[in-house]
């Protein structure tokens, strides 16, 4: 992981890690004072909000709404989709208002949690690269998703300013840093998974020259797209990669997220079924796609009845399967076990990688070998937020998890490396992040990448 981090921040395309600069430069740190708005849009579900923040890491006031989003509007076009997103807006800040609520909101920031591919161009703009999970509005691709927005805004008469255009992971990692300064990387694991984390910009050599004001840039590093040829790849894992609909495309998410690892409990219990009797007839159900969901697959391994009745049940309701002996039963928690411990173990490594990165795993990096331990007197503590259901909810599998980073760590450099959930981060996260750049800071960003490429320009010109 550690490598290929390197490699994707070396040059476009460099990995499969892309590795993606986001223009977020400094992270919001408790300071924060005003009334600000966020939108996420994630997926089917879409979410807006409202944080009073007093500064002094406190949170005095937080409104939530959540709403889905009407499917035909995710196939048709942008102005429909923003325009719907707008309205919704401008109901909100009328329900949660008192009389005079439009002219309250005049001038106030919205953060914008987008959780799909983007190309940033600045804290505030991005372009999308491509829709996923079930849109297409081809009128959007490759435009600028903030000015839309910000269109449709004005179009309903709303006079707010969209200060923050935000990856989940980042607004994750923004509402771990503004209650612990000590938060380096945030990793999201639900549906899918997504890791970010604050980079030198000097070792962004992609963008040689980028200066920032604090010296550093968050990175979205879109990790579920990693690979590496040293992952070992069951038959369960090709075939599953040969039957989605991104073959070759997010292989690590593809072994890891909360969307994948039902569907492989599923291919192992089927393969069983087919080449052995103990699961009786061969059910149909065995061989449709995501008939096993993870909730699912983990109320099976977390059954702790003697009889193990639940699993019972889950295998008659939902894969028709009737009548397993208990001793078969036992195979499939233990299937359960397997699936869920490899994900979480590989989700660890995945996260030691990120802080060998940045010389916080106890050695001095990826080219270096290990400092002897803490005497060396370099480690510092170090905390990575984590959200996403699959870690919040799937108890073993965040208990696996957190056994796999402290192992791997060793005992005298895991107690200073702290996981802590954070829970609908990125919500509060995007606000967060449209507080600390509300106008003046978003300038001064900009302007750090104006003399970037003022420094690269004359180092051409300079030959
Ligand atoms: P999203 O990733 O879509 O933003 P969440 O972070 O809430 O949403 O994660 C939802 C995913 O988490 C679900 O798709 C599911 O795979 C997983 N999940 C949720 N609850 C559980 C649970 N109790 N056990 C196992 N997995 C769960
Ligand atoms: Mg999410």
């Known amino acids: 992981m550690a490598v290929e981090m390197h490699a994707g921040l070396a040059s476009e395309g460099g990995s499969k890690l892309k590795?993606?600069?986001?223009?977020?430069?400094?992270?919001?740190?408790?300071?924060?004072?005003?009334?600000?708005?966020?939108?996420?849009?994630?997926?089917?579900?879409?979410?807006?909000?409202?944080?009073?923040?007093?500064?002094?890491?406190?949170?005095?006031?937080h409104d939530v709404e959540r709403?889905?989003?009407?499917?035909?509007?995710?196939?048709?076009?942008?102005?429909?989709?923003?325009d719907f997103l707008a309205l919704s807006l401008k109901e909100f800040v009328e329900r949660k208002g008192n009389n005079s609520q439009l002219s309250q909101v005049r001038g106030k920031d919205v953060g914008f949690t987008f959780s799909f591919p983007v190309k940033q161009t600045s804290v505030s703009s991005g372009t999308l690269i491509k829709w996923t999970k079930g849109f297409s509005i081809d009128d959007m691709v490759e435009k600028d998703v903030v000015e839309y927005l910000q269109k449709a805004l004005s179009r309903r008469g709303l006079d707010m300013h969209v200060a923050a255009l935000v990856n989940d992971s980042v607004g994750t990692l923004a509402v771990g840093h503004f209650y612990d300064k000590d938060t380096v990387a945030a990793v999201v694991i639900g549906t899918g998974t997504n890791?970010?984390?604050?980079?030198?910009?000097?070792?962004?050599?992609?963008?040689?020259?980028?200066?920032?004001?604090?010296?550093?840039?968050?990175?979205?590093?879109?990790?579920?797209?990693?690979?590496?040829?040293?992952?070992?790849?069951?038959?369960?894992?090709?075939?599953?990669?040969?039957?989605?609909?991104?073959?070759?495309?997010?292989?690590?998410?593809?072994?890891?997220?909360?969307?994948?690892?039902?569907?492989?409990?599923?291919?192992?219990?089927?393969?069983?079924?087919?080449?052995s009797?103990?699961?009786?007839?061969?059910s149909s159900k065995l061989s449709t796609r995501f008939a096993l969901s993870t909730p699912l697959m983990a109320a099976m391994h977390e059954d702790d009845s003697p009889d193990l009745i639940e699993v019972a049940?889950?295998?008659?309701?939902?894969?028709?399967?009737?009548d397993v002996p208990l001793k078969a039963r036992k195979v499939v928690v233990k299937i359960c076990d397997v699936v869920t411990r490899r994900a979480a173990r590989l989700a660890?490594?995945?996260?030691?990688?990120?802080?060998?990165?940045?010389?916080?795993?106890?050695?001095?990096?990826?080219?270096?070998?290990?400092?002897?331990?803490?005497?060396?007197?370099?480690?510092?503590?170090?905390?990575v937020a984590v959200e996403g259901g699959l870690y919040t909810s799937y108890t073993v599998f965040r208990e696996y998890l957190n056994e796999a980073v402290a192992e791997i760590?060793?005992?005298?450099?895991?107690?200073?490396?702290?996981?802590?959930?954070?829970?609908?981060?990125?919500?509060?996260?995007?606000?967060?992040?449209?507080?600390?750049?509300?106008?003046?800071?978003?300038?001064?960003?900009?302007?750090?990448?104006?003399?970037?490429?003022?420094?690269?320009?004359?180092?051409v010109i300079g030959g």
């Open 19 to 61: 590795m993606l600069l986001t223009f977020v430069d400094r992270l919001p740190d408790g300071s924060e004072n005003g009334m600000y708005y966020a939108l996420h849009v994630g997926g089917t579900n879409f979410r807006i909000l409202r944080i009073q923040l007093g500064g002094q890491r406190s949170i005095l006031g």
């Open 67 to 82: 709403k889905p989003i009407p499917e035909h509007l995710m196939t048709r076009t942008s102005e429909e989709f923003f």
């Open 195 to 275: 890791a970010c984390y604050l980079e030198r910009a000097d070792a962004i050599i992609k963008c040689q020259g980028l200066l920032t004001t604090s010296g550093g840039m968050v990175i979205n590093m879109e990790w579920g797209n990693f690979w590496s040829s040293h992952l070992p790849r069951t038959s369960y894992d090709i075939d599953l990669d040969a039957e989605s609909q991104n073959p070759m495309d997010q292989g690590f998410e593809k072994m890891i997220s909360g969307m994948y690892l039902g569907d492989i409990v599923r291919r192992v219990i089927c393969k069983m079924s087919l080449v």
């Open 277 to 282: 009797d103990v699961f009786g007839p061969v």
């Open 313 to 322: 049940k889950i295998l008659e309701e939902t894969l028709d399967i009737h």
């Open 348 to 383: 660890a490594a995945g996260i030691v990688g990120i802080l060998k990165k940045i010389g916080r795993d106890g050695t001095g990096g990826i080219t270096s070998g290990r400092i002897k331990g803490v005497k060396s007197g370099r480690m510092r503590r170090t905390v």
């Open 409 to 459: 760590l060793g005992e005298e450099i895991a107690p200073y490396v702290i996981l802590k959930v954070m829970e609908d981060g990125s919500g509060i996260g995007a606000a967060l992040l449209a507080a600390s750049n509300s106008a003046r800071s978003v300038d001064t960003v900009q302007e750090a990448v104006i003399v970037a490429l003022m420094v690269v320009a004359l180092a």
